[in-house]
C-alpha cells in the first residue's frame, strides 16, 4: 500500500510501500509528524495519522545553559572592572607614597642645612672665645681662684664646641659620610680626662663622680670623638639618678 509522510515545516516525502523515515540536523523545537496512506485504487486518506515529535536542544544551548554563560560573562567584566580600578588605586597610592617620601626629603635636607649653618655659626664665636681663655690658662701671675675660673671657662666652651661638632657629625652619619677615624690611644687616660670634665657639674650638685680604674695605662684602638660621645651621653645619668651627698659607685 503506498504512503507518504511529512513533518510540519518539512517537504512532503512520497515513501511507497517503505517503513522508515529519517531526518537529520533538526533544529530544536515541536514537530508534527503526519502519515498519510492509499488503497490499492488510488485513494488517499486525507486526514492520516499524526504524532508529535518534541526534539530537545543541545546540552549547550538549554536556557541554564545561556544563564550559565551570561553569569560567566558579567563576573568576566566585573573582575576586569575591579583589576582596572585596583590598579588605578595602587598606581595613585604609589604615586602618593612618592610626593610623601619627596616632601620628607626636602624636609630632611632643609633640616640638615639648618644644622649645619648653625654649627658653623657656633665654631666661629666659640673658637675666638677660645682663644684668649688659653692664653688667660697659661699665664702664671694669675691667683689661683681666677685661674681655676679661667679654666673652668675654657672647659665648658670646649665643651660646647664639641657638643657642635657632635650636631655636624650626626648630619655625616645620618648622611652616610661619616667614617671612623680609628687610632692607638690609652683608654684609661683618654676616659679619665673626660670625665673630669663633669667634675665641676658633679660638686655644684654635691655629687662624688670617680673615675675608677684596676690599671694605670691601656693602650686600645678607639675612635676618640665616638668614645668622647659615648661617656658624655652617659655621665650625666648618674647626676640624675644619685641623691645629693651619695657616690656613684
Known amino acids: 500500500m503506498p504512503t507518504s509522510w511529512k513533518a510540519s515545516t518539512m517537504t512532503r516525502n512520497e515513501v511507497g510501500n517503505r517503513r522508515t523515515a529519517y531526518y537529520t540536523n533538526i533544529p530544536s523545537g515541536t514537530y508534527k509528524f503526519v502519515v498519510k496512506g492509499s488503497n490499492n485504487d488510488g485513494i488517499w486518506n486525507e486526514e492520516g495519522t499524526t504524532l508529535e515529535i518534541v526534539v530537545l536542544p543541545p546540552l549547550w544551548k538549554t536556557w541554564w545553559a545561556y544563564l550559565f554563560y551570561a553569569v560567566v560573562a558579567i563576573a568576566l567584566i566585573a573582575f576586569i572592572i575591579r583589576y582596572f580600578t585596583e590598579k588605578k588605586r595602587l598606581q595613585n597610592n604609589i604615586r602618593l607614597k612618592q610626593m610623601e617620601a619627596e616632601v620628607h626629603e626636602e624636609y630632611y635636607q632643609e633640616r640638615n642645612r639648618l644644622f649645619t649653618n648653625f654649627s658653623h655659626e657656633l665654631r666661629t664665636p666659640l673658637t675666638l672665645i677660645m682663644a684668649p681663655l688659653e692664653e688667660f690658662v697659661k699665664r702664671t701671675d694669675l691667683t689661683d681662684d681666677i685661674h681655676y675660673k679661667v679654666k673652668l671657662m675654657l672647659r665648658n666652651a670646649q665643651r660646647l664646641l664639641r657638643i657642635v661638632n657632635n650636631l655636624m657629625d650626626l648630619q655625616k652619619n645620618e648622611s652616610?659620610?661619616?667614617?671612623?677615624?680609628?687610632?692607638?690611644?690609652?683608654?684609661?687616660?683618654?676616659?679619665?680626662?673626660?670625665?673630669?670634665?663633669?667634675?665641676?657639674?658633679?660638686?655644684?650638685?654635691?655629687?662624688?663622680?670617680?673615675?675608677?680604674?684596676?690599671?694605670?695605662?691601656?693602650?686600645?684602638?678607639?675612635?676618640?670623638?665616638?668614645?668622647?660621645?659615648?661617656?658624655?651621653?652617659?655621665?650625666?645619668?648618674?647626676?640624675?639618678?644619685?641623691?645629693?651627698?651619695?657616690?656613684?659607685?
Open 176 to 249: 652616610g659620610t661619616m667614617k671612623l677615624q680609628v687610632s692607638e690611644n690609652d683608654m684609661i687616660k683618654f676616659t679619665h680626662e673626660a670625665v673630669s670634665s663633669f667634675q665641676d657639674l658633679a660638686l655644684y650638685r654635691n655629687i662624688h663622680l670617680k673615675f675608677k680604674h684596676s690599671i694605670d695605662c691601656q693602650p686600645v684602638w678607639f675612635d676618640r670623638i665616638c668614645w668622647r660621645k659615648s661617656i658624655s651621653t652617659s655621665s650625666p645619668m648618674p647626676s640624675r639618678m644619685c641623691r645629693t651627698g651619695e657616690p656613684y659607685p
